[in-house]
């Protein structure tokens, strides 16, 4: 994987309402039926789902129902617990999991249990985080931040978590302490910046987001970068942190962004496909094969979702291989990584 991951727009699935049946209006008797949950539209967790379900109808006879708009970490929980059977999760939150803190803190037990029930299919690039400002404002930097409302994230996610870490890795700057955290759900973090009651907005997103390009319809914006903070330590040290990379937003992504003549350099996180592991083997093994044999259709059908493939599955990933998914790579001759093992 090259040091600086940079991908190309547009984002151009569309997207599905909130819980709907992603399926014929007739299902085949003989069809199974999976209960799946995904971020909201615009993120390209949201689009992975949205277009595999199409593809695991159409080629496997699999229906998935997709409950949108959901925060991971608390589906992370639901997927554990069997409540339900696939969904994208990020490796930063599984070591959260597996100690019980963080949003985890106040059932710790729960969380532990949970973790032991999730086994992976595979991994993949999950989106940058775009720093948002108006380009009228005088923050030019992250250090410019010091007194501002900066919206992070959702309350109970790992989104927030990161976008603080980002910021007092490249300014030093710690939250409510030198900056107001706003965090709300996506829709009204969106909406609260549009309405000017906020002075900065960063969101994970997929290249060429709708999001970011609705914000910049109201009003031209900016984009904060890392700059020459890339090569510090403590930045150095922000990527440690298990599924986290430099990325690139190429110069002139967005036709609303202010300077949008020079890339910026950004957070990259992975992302991965997790099942319960109680799922079939067969069922799995189907799944992940029908994903990798029409892997064209997929790839055409959103330009971000060009780096999913067979060339490296596994970045990140840190959760055993589901039985099924271990079948499939073997099959498929790829050496598997022995953290992957087990079970």
Same mark, same amino acid.
Not at 6 to 22: E, R, S
Not at 104 to 126: C, D, H
């Given at each position: %994987? ?38 909201? #539209? ?21 229906? %998935? ?30 070591? !959260? ?20 029930? @999730?086994?992976? @299919? ?11 400002? !108006? ?19 959702? #309350? ?9 870490? %980002? ?7 710690? #939250? ?9 759900? !996506? *829709?009204?973090?969106?909406?609260? %910046?549009?309405? *000017? ?35 510090? #330590?403590? !930045? ?8 986290r990379v430099t990325a690139t937003i190429p110069a002139g992504t967005y036709k609303n962004q202010a300077s949008n003549s020079a890339d910026i350099i950004t957070n990259g996180f992975m992302s991965q496909i997790v099942v319960r592991k109680d799922l079939s083997n067969d069922l799995v093994y189907k799944l992940t094969k029908t994903m ?11 330009? @971000? ?18 039985? *099924? ?10 050496? @598997? ?7």
């Open positions: %994987m090259s040091k600086y991951i940079a991908l190309k727009p547009k984002l151009t699935v569309a997207i599905l309402a909130a819980g709907f049946v992603v399926a014929a209006a007739v299902t085949p008797a003989h069809s199974q039926i999976l209960k799946a949950d995904t971020t909201g #539209p615009g993120s390209v967790n949201n689009a992975v789902f949205i277009v595999l379900a199409k593809i695991w109808k159409k080629h496997a006879g699999v229906t %998935m129902q997709v409950n949108q708009g959901q925060t991971l970490t608390r589906s992370g929980i639901k997927l554990g617990q069997g409540r339900i059977d696939i969904m994208p999760f990020p490796p930063v939150a599984i070591p !959260w999991m597996r100690k019980g803190v963080r949003m985890y803190k106040k059932n710790p037990k729960v969380a532990q249990a949970a973790v032991k029930n @999730i086994r992976l @299919i595979n991994t993949f690039i999950g989106g940058l985080y775009h720093q948002v400002v !108006w380009a009228d404002s005088k923050i030019k930097t992250h250090a410019d931040l010091k007194g501002k409302r900066v919206f992070t994230g959702p #309350p109970a996610g790992g989104a927030a978590i990161t976008a603080e870490a %980002m910021i007092r890795s490249v300014s030093g700057l710690n #939250p409510k302490k030198d900056y107001t955290v706003v965090r709300l759900p !996506w *829709g009204s973090g969106l909406q609260a %910046m549009q309405d *000017g009651k906020l002075d900065a907005f960063f969101r994970p997103a997929g290249l060429g987001a709708a999001t970011i390009d609705q914000l910049g319809a109201k009003r031209r914006f900016r984009l904060l970068g890392v700059g020459d903070k890339v090569n510090s #330590p403590a !930045w150095k040290k922000f990527l440690k942190s298990i599924g990798f044999d029409n892997i064209k259709e997929l790839h055409a059908a959103a330009a @971000i979702l060009k780096p999913i493939g067979l060339d490296d599955p596994f970045t990140a990933g840190n959760v055993p291989l589901h039985p *099924g998914a271990l079948r499939f790579y073997r099959e498929a001759g790829k050496a @598997i990584p022995k953290r992957l093992l087990g079970g």
